[in-house]
Structures are given as C-alpha cells and as structure tokens.
C-alpha cells in the first residue's frame, strides 16, 4: 500500500486542495450576495466591524501575545516583531480606518458615459465589483482589517492569506469581522481568513481562476515574484521603488534642495522614497554641495558617479548596481547628466516605473517629462513622498501597482473594481 | 556529440528565442517612439498605410493567392479558405478601416480628473499606451491592418503573428505598414510581423514580460485556452460567448418576439448571438408558439426543456450540455424558468459572461437584472446583436472581453491604453 510518509503527504495536500476549494467555492457565492449588498448595508457592517474591534481590544492583545511569543522563540527580528504587535493605538487605528472607508462614496453601481447611440439604444457603463479578491500579505495584522474593509466595501468577497506569524491576531480579527458582517445580513464568508501554516494554501489560491478573480500581494519582492511568477489568475502588482528626482539645469534651487531633502529624507523604508538623485551638468556644482551639506545632517551616505565626485570629492563611488537597487534606507545615489533626454533615459533603463520628478521652472521640459516618464506617478516640482493613496485622496489604499494593466499607481476602491457595458433599449434588433 | 536531430533541434529553438527576442528588444524602443509621437505623425502614418494599401492591391492579390493555393493543397476547409480570400472589396475596405482609426480622437495623453488636494499640489490622471502588444490571429489577413492601425493610434508598438497559412498575406501588408510608418517619421519597428511558421514563437511571444506588455488572442476557444494557460504577460481574452435573453413575466411580447428572433437569426456565427432563451413561466405559453413560428421560417433547430416541451410538442429535449454550448448555427435552447432570480441563477451558472437582455417593462425587475448581471454587457429591451464596438460608438475594435480585469466587453483603443498619475506642485514636500 506504498510507505506512510508519501501517502501521508499526499492525503494532506489534498486536505489543503479540498480545504482551499471549499474557501473558494463558499467566497464565489458570497461575492454574488456582497455584489447585490446595499450602500447602507456595507457601511452598517464596516461600523459594527469598528465597533466590534474596539470592544475585543482585550482578546486582541491576548491573541497577539501568543504570536508574539512565538515569533520571539522563532528569533523574528526586532523590526519583524514590531509590525507584527497590536497595541491600543494600533487597535484604535484599525478601527479609525475602517470608519473612513465607511464614509467614502460606494463606487458599485455608478453609471458613466450614458449616452443615445445612432440605433436609438442608450450605451453606458456601470461599476460593478471584481468578484473575489485574494490578499496575500506578510506580518502585520492590521492588513487583515484594512483589506477587509476594502474589499468589503468595493462588493467584493475576500480570502486574505497572512503570515503564519501572525495566524492568532488574524483569527482574533477574523472572528469580530464575521462578527460585524453578521449584524448587518452579510454573510460571513464574504471574509475568510486561510490561518492554516501549510504554504501550499498560497499556491492553490494562486491558481483557482474559476472562484478567485484577481491577486493582490503585499510584501517583499521575492514574495510577489514568486506569486506573479506561479499565478494564474491576474495578479496586482508592486514590485519595488526606485524612485528618482531630476533636477533640471533651469531648476528652482530653492526648491530643487527642498524636494531632493524630503524625497530622501522624508521616511527611508518606504517604496515612494527617492533612490538616485539625476542632477543637469549645469546646475550640478551649484546644487550638489548645499544638498550634501543636509544630506550630512542626517547622515546618508552618498553614492556618486565621476562627474559627482568631481564635485563632492568625499563620497563613495556609485557602481553599475546602484542605479538599480532600491536601498530604503539613508544612501542616496547621484549621476550627473547631460540634459533632459539623458534624465530620461536613464530613468527608463533603471527606474521600477514607480514614482519620478522633475525639478524645473521651463514650461516645455516640464511637459515633455510628464508626457514621455513612463511610470505610475510622474510629478514636476513635488517630492515623491507624494505618491500614496491618501495625499491623491483615494481615501485608503490596498496598494500601490507598477502594473499598466488595470490599474497603476495608488489602488483604492475603484481599483477592486471594473466596469460592464449596459444597453437601454425599447424593443431594438439589430435586423 | 550526440545525434544530429536533437542537436539540431535545440539550435533551432535557440534562433527562435533569439529571434523573438530581437523582436522584442525592438518593439520596446520603438514603443518609446510611439509613445512620444503626435497626433498628426500617427494619423499621417494612418492615411499613407490606407493608399499605401489601395496602391498595392494587385500585389496583395497576388500574394493571397499563394496563400490560397497553398492552403488549398493543404486541404483547408471552405469556410477557412473564404476567411484567408483577399479581394478588392476586402482591400478597400482594410483601407477604409484605417482611414476611420485615423479620425477617431486619439486618447493618449488626455488628463482628467486634475484637482487641488489639500496640501497644495494638484493631482491627476493622464492617458498613456500600454507599451507593446502582441496579437495572435488566426486566418483572417486583414486583421494584420486592423490590429496595426488600433495599435499605432493608441501608441502602442505592436508585434503581430498571425496564422501560418496567410503568412505571404500578411508579409505583404506588413511592407505597406512599414512604408506609411516610415513616410510619416514613426519607426518601422513599431510594427512587426512575424512570419515564421515555428509554434515556437507563440510560446516565447506570450513569455517575455521584459518586452511585451500585453497579449491580445483572437481566435477560437482552442487557441484563447492555451495561451492564458502558458502566458507570463496580461492576456485580454474573449472566451466564447454563450448569451441569453430573458423574457419576464411582464415582456411586452412583441417587442419579445422581436428581440429574441434578432438576438439568434441575424448572424449566427457571432459571438454576440443568442445561444440560450429564458422565458418566465407566466409567459411562456403565450410567447412560445409566437416565437416558434419565427424560428422555422429560418430553420433554427429548437432545444428545451420538459416545460418547454409541453408548449412546444415536437421539438427535441436539450440535454444538460445544451445549456453550457455556444452554438454559432441555427440551434436555440430553450428553457422555462420561475421567475427573475431563477433566470439569474441560470444565467451565473451557464452564462461565459459576454452579453445577456432582460425584455421587460417592470421597471424593479430590469433594474435589478442591469445591477445584478455580471457579464461584459447587460441590456433590457434591446438584442444581444448590438455587444459590439462600432455598435458603442468606439470607433473601432480589437476585441471583446470577457475578462474583469483591465477591460470588459468591446476593446477600442482606450483599452489598449493605461492611465498614469501625475502631480503638479510648487516645490511641494511632506516633511
């Protein structure tokens, strides 16, 4: 009857199989229910969620400390164990969040571009939900909540994979989310949370096109390339952040050291951050010394190319690699360049297509910059730090994409959703 | 040193790598091109492709023919040789296909939605091409123009293959669209041919992200299947299309009898044809018999259910996989349901998601069928026969998808486009 150890692994793979089949089969027909949900409905559950998160701050933080524990006895670094707490400000948070998403618009159901065609029929487009939405995401347990929320008032039904890490907090959360769903006449598996640790859960709902309608990954690099590499289902994507600044020759100096300070400096660990700073030879030993003298306040080291160390004559050397790495952290990269056209360039071999600006008082340069970057976010004369779901006023945000496909840059409600064609008629045939 | 057939095998599909590779390094920088040429180089390109086209028709003809003679040694059935045919009037009409695209506004670059926030910048949204974007096709040569000319106006550099048996068609039309490319100042990599008759180079088109944006499949459900199932890149895909009618218990029955007989006689090859009809219990017997006669004036082989069968006597019973085939030939399902939500559970269940009408005059049940339905398009009083771009006034199609992500329905040139943020600011920072 062949060895235990084979048979055994198979008979568990197919529990996952079957276990994974069963969320997504119970998640397709949620979705119809959240698809036909009220505006007051979603909102009444995402109050009650709030609510309810409030009141279980107690069994919250008990959960958590179990994963925390566990994370300590499975040596996770400071910086892993710190996302993954939940404390009272980061309960209150939770909840503070999902009332915000209760008070955005509800962008299903809204019809544009209704207009009279030559036949006498009516042709126009409604925003409907995506259908079932797949979150795949790391330690932080708040995720749970947020993309709960998200989904839930988009109409979509969501399975939400965390970290094994964090498996407590997450069922702790996914208990008062059923909780909330219930009291508003949602059903409950609108929201399930996969808290199995087997990782072959992931690979299955990566691949069940026919109960999950997009993936949305959240976490390191590796994690979502691996994910958009094994999918088949589409994937919303943000791979990484190599952000830059181009400071023109008919640059505002003024603000030319303000942006590339804040674009920098503003936080380190964030994908928005700028990586490599592009300055024109003509403004280059004007600008570069002023910014190296902030940039020595707060200790970030710089990395530059010949024509920069020409000028800050202290500074490492820049290598072929760093105009690719995304550092998140105090080290800036500088290449000096020669005009607009080499700014370019160079951003289109190197950037991750993320966010760029331009620093520059000249009407046409301007111009040219935002029309020809080829990136989610392009901006002239703002930092970077800017590209993020809530300074656009998309209100929340489940992500940011490097997509072009479906939706680029901050992702907020409309991007968990698409729009269907609708045809008013009075009895039209074609013939 | 091994056998020679292996050996020679793997330098084979060594070149096709290389050569696909070549392709796509190409495609990507004249998609830089494209990105940045103007309205009036793309529309002149547009115009000179069209005389171009009309100038070379003797040439056309004569290459079609040995695709023809070829095809027709190769035991090609009827139908396909029909669809292979290039004649003047197919040639004119390419031309004139081309000559509509380039009056259709072009929508890249267009900004909207562009607002102060409350710290000061202004955030927007702009219109940019996808990139580059490969089409797969089967016979029909004169998608070779279409889906160029689609491409170009929306900025897109474009890598064509179409199917092997047209590859002398396609050849020719491709040296028409490099001489107009060149005449208007756009590179003549913005459109590329290939015309090899390996498979292989599907299979590396479909997997090379680093060069191809997106995959558009046209062509049976065969085709469609495998290459969503083997592509590494985006693939907007149309399916099949298995649509319904809905005749409600409140029908006005003429306008019933109207649309159902459009909705399955004018064209019967067509994705947008009526494969199923649902007719509420109350109804049935009075619209069935009405609709029957139509029906055998043109011969349409009629399928239903046990209650259908007890209003229609002599027709056959439809088996349970009537219910899931798409036709395209003069054959109807036909089944009695109770009611709105029995027709919408019927219509989750079996419909591909392409079109579906409600015909009613209750304002509630067509108001819930429009919110309710999730297909690409969803009519009240109006036949399925009008899901079709020129129909929705998009000027032109490449497509229709019955995908949720990235575009639903008819595909014009907008959705071969994305959307990019851009942020106006004044030396704008966060900190």
Redesign the interface.
Known sequence: MGGAHPTGMRIEMMDIKQYMTGAGEKARHAS?AM??ADTGAKNTALLHIADAIMAAQTVLIAENARDLEQGKQDGLDAALLDRLELNAERIAGMAEGLRQIAALPDPV?EISDL?Y?P?G?Q?GK?R?P??VIGIIYESRPNVTADAAALCLKSGNAAILRGGSEARHSNQAIATVIHAGLEKAGLPQDAVQVITTTDRAAVGELITMPQFV??IVPRGGKGLIERIS?EA?V?VIKHLHGVCHVYIDGEA?L??AV??A???K??RYGVCNAMETLLVDVSVAAAVLPRLATEYAKENVELRGCARTRDILSGINAASDEDWDEEYLAPVLSIRVVDGLDSAISHI?QHSSGHTE?IVSENYTRARRF???V??????????T???DGF???LGAEIGIST????V???VGLEGLT??????????????
């Open positions: 119809r698809a036909r159901g207009n065609r036949s029929i042709v409604m409907v995506l259908g309608d997009v590499a088949r589409p505002d003024d603000k303000a942006i300070f804040d674009a400096c503003h289109h600006s935002l029309a020809e080829d990136s989610s976010s392009v901006m002239v004369n703002a930092s730090r800017f590209a300074e656009y006023g997509d072009k496909i479906h680029r840059g901050p698409s729009q269907k064609y609708i045809v008013l008629g009075d009895g039209h045939t074609r013939g």
